[in-house]
């Protein structure tokens, strides 16, 4: 049971360069979102989705796009990464029912940028 | 505008005592969700306890539970008796926008809780 895993788990980059992130789960979730992480900040929303072919600015989407083309992949792309960017990426995914289901996360992806 | 603020950047309790970390949130919707999470040191996201916006009871999950204050939207979570491996950072989240285009969750900021022996 995979549930949701994230490519790759560690990165560095060069200012400028660009890359994509991979985020896969197997629970048939309906939702899926992209959060960053960086000390005393907790983890901030990028992207998300709330289905196939779907996708709506988080909290902070700049230098950031995102495609889900599959339900259960949902990528996160730098087009030109920026030292700003060096953080933690956290995926997770949730079902689509109201009752309080929690999110599943990946294990983090650490991104360093310089 | 934050809406989910955490005023504790850092909290100390002492093992076997009870805690209260506070979370307090703002929004517009009528029907929330909101979300306890637990980050030790090794950085996995793991999921404590959920309150509903029209729960009518306080949440309550082993040796957590949630003072929800709908009022005066907050959210604390207390832990009961605490134990050595408590010791993490603890997020609070709002789920908003149930069942429509920009159903989402934001978290807090975090609180470190350290347990001292």
């Known amino acids: 049971n995979a549930g949701v895993t994230q490519t790759p788990k560690f990165r560095v980059l060069k200012t400028g360069q660009s890359m994509t992130l991979l985020c896969a789960q197997d629970?048939?979730?309906?939702?899926m979102y992209w959060y960053r992480q960086d000390p005393g900040m907790g983890l901030r929303l990028i992207h998300y989705?709330?289905?196939?072919?779907?996708?709506a600015k988080g909290e902070v989407p700049d230098g950031y796009n995102v495609s889900r083309l599959k339900k259960q992949n949902f990528l996160l792309g730098l087009e030109s990464a920026a030292p700003s960017q060096t953080s933690v990426y956290f995926c997770?995914?949730?079902?689509?029912?109201?009752?309080?289901?929690?999110?599943?996360f990946g294990d983090g992806t650490r991104l360093s940028i310089l | 505008a934050q809406k989910i603020t955490q005023t504790q950047p850092g909290m100390f309790v002492q093992e076997k005592e009870a805690v209260t970390l506070d979370c307090t949130y703002d929004?517009?919707?009528?029907?929330?969700?909101l979300f306890w999470y637990k980050q030790p040191s090794s950085g996995e996201m793991i999921f404590l306890i959920y309150?509903?916006?029209?729960?009518?009871q306080n949440a309550t999950e082993g040796r957590y539970s949630l003072n929800f204050q709908k009022a005066r939207k907050s959210a604390n979570l207390v832990i009961s008796a605490s134990q050595l491996g408590d010791s993490a950072m603890y997020f609070c989240?709002?789920?908003?926008?149930?069942?429509?285009?920009?159903?989402?969750?934001?978290f807090g900021p975090g609180t470190s809780l350290s347990v001292i022996p």
């Open positions: 989705s709330v289905g196939e072919g779907t996708t």
């Open positions: 997770a995914s949730s079902y689509e029912d109201r009752s309080g289901q929690p999110q599943h």
């Open positions: 929004t517009s919707d009528p029907s929330y969700g």
């Open positions: 989240a709002m789920r908003e926008g149930l069942g429509t285009s920009y159903d989402k969750v934001i």
């Open positions: 309150q509903g916006s029209y729960d009518q």
């Open positions: 629970m048939n979730h309906e939702y």
